[in-house]
């Protein structure tokens, strides 16, 4: 026989009993059609939240409880004062598990931002700024919601954006329906909802200001112990 043809049937051979063994193993471990799976979930609001399932990407899955808020018309009169900012359960741009609005830690300033917003890219620093200066109320939490998300605008993705503006708090991704910008009454971007301990809506505004009427807002709304 020729050294050449033995050698290859030698090859067949050993890749014949590589993938009898692979089957077999798989057969070993898949397991009837009614196996066991594996599920993290998450119970109840929490900040930061625990690991999810869904993978990494620039928007996520959100899924919201509660009653929407009404579109932010007058922040002067704002009919969602006092009302239950609706819970959206949802994932950071890793895919971890992530849920906004409930009961918190204390009163907490969730900032929607979209990543082509010319206003949203002039408020990131400000809120930096407020934070570096040690002008944020004592015992506030800072939470920014990716939302509004569009692959072919400026500063995509939005994962890469908050890094290189170097937003220091969590972030959710929203959907791309944008599922929890909505249900919170977004309006306009940026778009800022301060809610109390128990996850009430104490105040509302969009757009974007100055560092110090930013301060000026939160001294005169964040709730004092």
């Known amino acids: 026989m020729n050294p050449k043809n033995r050698t290859l049937i030698i090859v067949l051979a050993v ?7 692979g089957a077999t193993a798989l057969l070993l471990t898949s397991g009837d059609d009614g196996g066991d799976a594996v599920a993290t979930t998450t119970t109840g609001p929490s900040l930061p939240g625990a690991t999810g399932e869904a993978a990494p990407a620039e928007t996520q899955p959100v899924e919201v409880s509660g009653t929407p808020l009404p579109a932010l018309d007058d922040p002067s009169a704002d ?9 959206a359960a949802g994932h950071r741009f890793d895919g971890s598990a992530i849920t906004i609005g409930g009961p918190t830690d204390g009163p907490t300033m969730y900032v929607f931002l979209a990543h ?4 949203c890219n002039a408020e990131i620093p400000e809120l930096i700024e407020l934070d570096d200066r040690g002008d944020l109320p004592a015992g506030l939490n800072v939470v920014g919601v990716s ?16 890094a290189d503006k170097g937003w ?11 599922t929890a910008f909505i249900s919170a009454g977004g309006s ?14 104490v105040a509302r505004q969009d757009g974007s200001r100055p560092a110090d009427e930013i301060k000026r807002w939160l001294d005169a709304n964040v709730p004092t112990a």
């Open 79 to 87: 009919p969602a004062v006092g009302l239950p900012l609706p819970i």
């Open 116 to 119: 082509w917003c010319p206003h």
């Open 147 to 162: 939302t509004a998300v569009v692959a072919d605008r400026d500063n995509y993705p939005p994962s890469e954006w908050v």
């Open 15 to 21: 890749l014949g009993l590589v993938v009898v063994a």
């Open 168 to 178: 220091p708090w969590d972030v959710m991704a929203d959907d791309e329906a944008a």
């Open 188 to 201: 306009g971007f940026p778009y800022t909802v301060l809610a109390d301990a128990d996850g009430n809506v």
